[in-house]
Nanobody, 124 residues
Framework: VQLQASGGGLVQAGGSLRLSCAGS????????MGWFRQAPGKEREFVAA???????IYADSVKGRYTISRDNAKNTMYLQMNSLKPEDTAVYYC???????????????????WGQGTLVTVSS
């Protein structure tokens, strides 16, 4: 296993959760990392991405509520999710671009490595 996502769970609307994604040195080092999510019956969608130097981009739907960060020394990426809404309910996946590609992208096709996903459920 090269990427391991964790931290999902059940939370009430307005609450917070922090997701973690632990990677091996090979998949994490020098790579752009991202979070995607997939709600039941919907396509996987981009959430946020972060470069090796911590430049970040976000989907409009989470901007101002979510914060992506990384600790390169620990090969770990995080997603702090605040002010959660029922429509945030989804399986959240972490991903890495691979090959030390340093350009941020919102396309899932640009990511070579994927974690197994962690379920976030937001109740109303």
């Amino acid at each position: 296993v090269q990427l391991q996502a964790s931290g999902g769970g059940l939370v009430q609307a307005g609450g917070s959760l922090r997701l973690s994604c632990a990677g091996s040195g090979r998949t994490f080092s020098g790579n752009v990392m991202g979070w995607f999510r997939q709600a039941p019956g919907k396509e996987r969608e981009f959430v946020a991405a972060i470069s090796w130097s911590s430049y970040t981009i976000y989907a409009d739907s989470v901007k101002g509520r979510y914060t992506i960060s990384r600790d390169n020394a620990k090969n770990t990426m995080y997603l702090q999710m605040n002010s959660l809404k029922p429509e945030d309910t989804a399986v959240y996946y972490c991903a890495a671009r691979g090959n030390s590609i340093r350009v941020l992208t919102t396309s899932s096709r640009g990511y070579a490595y994927w974690g197994q996903g962690t379920l976030v459920t937001v109740s109303s």
